[in-house]
């Protein structure tokens, strides 16, 4: 294995790897820290951890156990991956993740950049936009869980790290590999050595990854891995494709909890398709009136592509954590959604989506397959995941996807169309 890779959770793990098999590498995505050895031909293997919002001494132990399992399959270099619209708070998780696997792999320097241009993250002068919008007009300011309030990602990992913050601006990106690795040594000497990189472009992206090729430990969404396939193979040390995807055949469905704009839009394009959709109420599920069962029950009888959600507007979901407690909503959903994937995949469920971080975290965790295959992109950031003989999956962090993502994700998952 060249690269090791430590997703803070499921769906951005399998966003990283569809860049990483576009790059020409053999990926295998694997849920949680595997018990066994790797299979010798596994290029890059990305352990996908439910980290990003547990407390921070358990996120900072998972990810070194991850570390430990990556550095003995022989990997050269360790790549941590978070979301691309930075989601933390101040106590973590990102920055003490990041100062553990530093300390860990003797790392001086390291990059920070979560962009992701193909999908609107872009970073320019330490702030991150989504769009032609700052982090903190995005949407993202009301996340239930990791409300991103300021969009200077300087300050923002200032307040969850001990090391001092640097920063590589556009000019010097644009410059190329030599002066990003010049400006992070001269970052490093003045007591910055964690520096937000800037990048607007794909090939930003590519220089950061070319001046990271010797060091031990990069961190960044999935965009910062656009570089890193290139320099194992100028080194002689990656060849060739991964193997062609194989479609399955079979019925389809979608779980969907994430509240996110894109996905409300996904939600509305589905229904005005004429789709089979039931939506799930938060209230009934905490007092037990709605079940997996009965969720699953309604899917399975349903022709076309059933959707069963649960995508209310922020405000509605605050509201309904303010009663309750955001931990006993989000455990709830979350077990919900996963015993919901386990009997509509018992009952013959052959390619399922799932829409939402915590959303797909749970119901990977509920399927526990094990190991995910990456395949082809379904759309910029989700690929097609092949988890045995008979099951794939699509998991679709909230945000991202076009407004007909859930067709266009059945047939891809079926074999019938490849997304360009």
């Known amino acids: 294995m060249l690269l090791g890779c430590i997703g803070d959770d499921f769906t951005g793990s399998s966003d990283l790897g569809n860049t990483l098999v576009k790059g020409g590498m053999r990926v295998v995505q694997y849920c949680g820290i595997p018990d066994a050895p790797a299979d010798p031909a596994v290029a890059a293997g990305i352990v996908a951890l439910k980290t990003r919002s547990v407390a921070p001494e358990e996120a900072v132990a998972q990810s070194l156990r991850a570390l430990d399992w990556l550095r003995a399959q022989g990997c050269r270099q360790i790549l941590f991956k978070y979301c691309s619209t930075f989601d933390s708070t101040p106590r973590g998780n990102i920055g003490p993740v990041a100062e553990a696997l530093a300390d860990a792999l003797g790392a001086g320097a390291v990059i920070f950049c979560p962009a992701f241009p193909a999908t609107g993250r872009t970073v320019y002068q330490g702030h991150l936009f989504v769009g032609d919008r700052l982090l903190s007009e995005s949407g993202m300011e009301a996340h239930p869980l990791t409300p991103m309030t300021d969009p200077d990602l300087r300050r923002c990992l200032a307040a969850q790290s001990r090391r001092g913050i640097g920063h590589v601006p556009a000019a010097t990106v644009w410059a190329g590999a030599p002066a990003i690795r010049a400006r992070l040594a001269e970052e490093a000497r003045a007591g910055r050595p964690f520096a937000i990189a800037d990048a607007i472009r794909d090939e930003d992206l590519v220089a950061l990854g070319m001046a990271a090729e010797d060091m031990p430990l990069i961190t960044g969404g999935s965009g910062i891995a656009l570089g890193l396939p290139a320099n194992f193979r100028r080194r002689g040390l990656l060849a060739g494709q991964p193997a062609g995807w194989r479609g399955q055949a079979g019925r389809a469905a979608v779980l969907s909890g994430s509240c996110s704009r894109a996905t409300r839009g996904q939600v509305a ?129 909230g945000n991202f996807g076009a407004p007909d993502f859930f067709a266009a994700a059945a047939a891809v998952l079926a074999g019938e169309t490849v997304a360009a």
């Open 269 to 397: 394009q589905h229904v005005a398709r004429g789709e089979p959709r039931l939506e799930i109420d938060p209230e009934a599920v905490i007092a037990g009136q709605v079940t997996p069962r009965a969720a699953a029950d309604w899917a399975l009888a349903q022709p076309g592509l059933p959707l069963v959600y649960s995508s209310a507007d922020p405000q509605a979901v605050r509201a309904v954590q303010d009663r309750h407690g955001s931990d006993l909503v989000a455990h709830r959903l979350e077990a919900f959604f996963a015993e919901t994937a386990r009997l509509l995949v018992a009952g013959g469920v052959t390619r399922l989506i799932t829409a939402g971080g915590e959303t797909s975290g749970a119901v990977v965790e509920g399927l526990a397959p094990g190991a995910l295959e990456i395949g082809p992109e379904i759309a910029p950031g989700v690929p097609a995941m092949r988890a045995g003989d008979r099951l794939v999956l699509a998991l679709k962090s």
